[in-house]
């Protein structure tokens, strides 16, 4: 099973910040299985990255995903104020589907 | 558009079986590149995956529960159904419905349903 360890459990910036978010694998897997997930208090999470760079439909491009092997990487460029959230990082290329623990984006 | 609907019981008790449905609304469980998921998080805390079921009816469950889960489709309804039995509190949580999709080697879960709490308690 790959464990995922998301980093820092809680980040607190500003509005027009930038914010960096890490997602660290216990084992190196292809790119292409990691996607990134925003859930806001009371709703569903929802899909912002797959394949580790591609935004999915309707995202804004101030959210940016990259990395490799073990390590990825979810950017949000200028957090606005509908982007306080927390942030999930998942892989599937082999069984189980996985989560990470997740990082809370707080305002400062 | 495609739309998840989850239902079911919000209450059951310890030892006994937790039954949810969710129905897909918009589009059909018979579609090829969709494995019809399920997931749950424990209130405050983070996201677990149940398992799936593919449109052929073969399924894929997560080995920490993999004993006590079975996902069914019922193709004729456009639904698929989470049955977990011998519960304990441990698995009060929120229970979400999710299509997962492949493309391109890429597997990820674009389209939730809004999710439904169940407690287990006496």
């Known amino acids: 099973e790959i464990v995922l360890t998301q980093s820092p459990g809680t980040l607190s910036l500003s509005r027009g910040e930038r914010a960096t978010l890490s997602c660290r694998a216990s084992?190196?897997?292809?790119?292409?299985?990691l996607a990134w997930y925003q859930q806001k208090p009371g709703q569903a999470p929802r899909l912002l990255i797959y394949?580790?760079?591609s935004r999915a439909t309707g995202i804004p491009d101030r959210f940016s995903g990259s990395g490799s092997g073990t390590d990825f990487t979810l950017t949000i460029s200028r957090l606005e104020p509908e982007d306080f959230a927390v942030y999930y990082c998942?892989?599937?290329?082999?069984?189980?589907?996985?989560f990470g623990g997740g990082t809370k984006v707080e305002i400062k | 558009q495609v739309q998840l609907q989850e239902s079911g019981p919000g209450l059951v008790k310890p030892s006994e079986t937790l039954s949810l449905i969710c129905t897909v609304s918009?589009?059909?469980?018979?579609?090829?590149?969709?494995?019809w998921s399920w997931i749950r998080q424990p209130p405050g805390k983070g996201l677990e995956w149940i398992g799936y079921?593919?449109?052929?009816?073969?399924?894929n469950y997560n080995p920490s529960l993999k004993s006590r889960v079975t996902i069914s489709l019922d193709t004729s309804k456009n639904q698929f159904s989470l049955k977990l039995n011998s519960v304990t509190a441990a698995d009060t949580a929120v229970h979400y419905c999710?299509?997962?999709?492949?493309?391109?080697?890429?597997?990820?879960?674009?389209?939730w349903g809004r999710g439904t709490l169940v407690t287990v308690s006496s």
């Open positions: 999710a299509r997962l999709t492949t493309m391109a080697g890429s597997w990820y879960l674009d389209l």
């Open positions: 918009g589009g059909s469980v018979n579609s090829g590149s969709s494995y």
């Open positions: 079921i593919y449109y052929s009816g073969s399924t």
């Open positions: 084992q190196s897997f292809s790119s292409t299985y």
């Open positions: 394949g580790a760079s």
């Open positions: 998942q892989h599937y290329g082999s069984s189980p589907l996985t």
